[in-house]
């Protein structure tokens, strides 16, 4: 666990608290996002777009940098850094004060990993190093997922298979120079399948959320891979910080197959959090009823239901698949998407176990792609929500991955959220390019609005059309800062 070191006026990067982030903390005027090459001849391969958010700028809402991985078949998808709010606290006897100038990128398809280095200038990454795939399947891990900087100063990555890409969920450790530490956890119990995790130090808890084995979801969805609990996961795994061991497994049921995005709550001293199980779009609470239990209990707290469509005359149902949630700093505001469906919505969580639905917007889904599709039972809306277009362009695809201004005004949407999936539900963002928007915030009594001035538009990219993916800032935001409990006042 870590601990409380003495006073000094000296700190490490981030924010002493989620407040001070959002208080204190500067307009982002950098994007970094995740490309995903969708050509897989293409040498240059998926790459890591700067993108300038900067309004007074003269290259507003424009790529103004490409940093490419020079291979073949990775699949960038999440990133990570090197250090982050986590590592604040510098004790006077440590001689380095840790920098947040490294991005990690692992490659979900090659089981590579990529760091990238903004230390010389944040406009344009450098490759820094290229963790080769022998590394992971050296300890019979594979699908590295996401990525988080610990508070002892590693890194640790979730991965998803073994060598074989088998459903094992697990955890691959790095240390500060990314030498490997090997695999994370520990004990006998082991989880069936694996895919985000969060932290929260003073509770001494992770917990690990599942989404499949790699060699099904790989090849695009099929509704039958769901049936085997051990290949497609719906569980939650919570492990002890201190000793890295699995004590508890909850099992959500068919209800919450597919539980993926998972946040504790920002303020360090809340053993609360919440996941967004895909399949079903349901979203789940989870806490500890009794904070001298380790035991936690999880509820599900938002039900949204299957919308009913005919294509080319043929009835069939589809779940929203929720694929990305995310709080605000002030743990007033949960975001979600649900990338089937099309829609962006915004809950108020001052009581977690209640969360009241204050905003919506439509970006595209399934249901508008095509003249062929339409809608023939809704149980939520009573009017078939119309395809939206920016810059003369219509939105192909749907809202996926979600990133908030630290104020938590600015709400930027991307469309990708796995190349085979997406070539199986929206092959025409695939042809013509993914996109990131932005949607503007209300922050007192809530609220969704397009912001018809910011386009991004991936489908004018140099090697040709793009899918862009996660979404982070050069100082840190709200999917990648864990805080301690000593700064939590500060």
Known sequence: MAKAGNSCCRHGPGYASPLDAMKNGPREKLLYIIAVQPDLKHSDGDYLATVDVDPTSSTYSQVIHRTYTKAKGNELHHSGWNTCSSCYE??????????????????????????FDMSQDERKPVLYRVIDSTVLNEHNVSAPHTTHCMYDGTVLISTMGDRDDNAKGDFIQFDNQFNCLGTWARGDKQPDCGYDFWYQPHFDVLVASEWGAPKLFKRGFKMSDIENPKEYGRTLNFYRLSDHKLFQTIDLGTDGITPLEVRFLHDPLKAI????????????????????????????VVDIPNKKLSVDG?????????????????????????????????????????????????????????????????????????????????????????????????????????????????????????????????????????????????????????????????????????????????
């Open 273 to 300: 959090g919440f996941v967004g199980c895909a399949l079903n779009s349901n979203l789940y609470c989870f806490y500890r009823p009794n904070e001298n239990d380790e035991q936690f209990v999880c509820e599900k």
């Open 90 to 115: 510098v004790k006077d006897q440590d001689v380095v004060i840790p920098k947040r100038d490294k991005l990690v990128c692992p490659a979900l398809n090659s089981n590579r990993v990529y760091v």
């Open 314 to 490: 043929v009835e069939t149902e589809i779940g929203g698949m929720m694929a990305d949630i995310l709080l605000s700093l002030d743990d007033k505001w949960l975001y979600m998407n649900n990338w089937l469906h099309g829609d962006v919505r915004q809950y108020d969580i001052s009581n977690p176990k209640k969360p009241i639905l204050k905003g919506q917007l439509f970006l595209g889904g399934v249901a508008n792609r095509k003249p062929n599709v339409r809608i023939v039972d809704d149980k939520e809306l009573d009017y078939e929500p119309k395809p939206v277009f920016m810059k003369g362009r219509q939105l192909e695809g749907a809202p996926q991955m979600l990133q908030l201004s630290l104020d938590g005004k600015r709400l930027y949407a991307s469309s990708s959220l796995y190349s085979p999936w997406d070539r199986q539900f929206y092959p025409d963002m695939v042809a013509k390019g993914g996109h990131v928007v932005l949607i503007d915030v209300d922050t007192e009594e809530g609220g969704l609005t397009l912001n018809p001035d910011f386009f991004v538009d991936f489908g004018a990219e140099p090697n040709g059309p793009a899918l862009p993916h996660e979404i982070r800032y050069p100082g840190g935001d709200c999917t990648s800062e864990v805080w301690l409990a000593q700064t939590a006042n500060k």
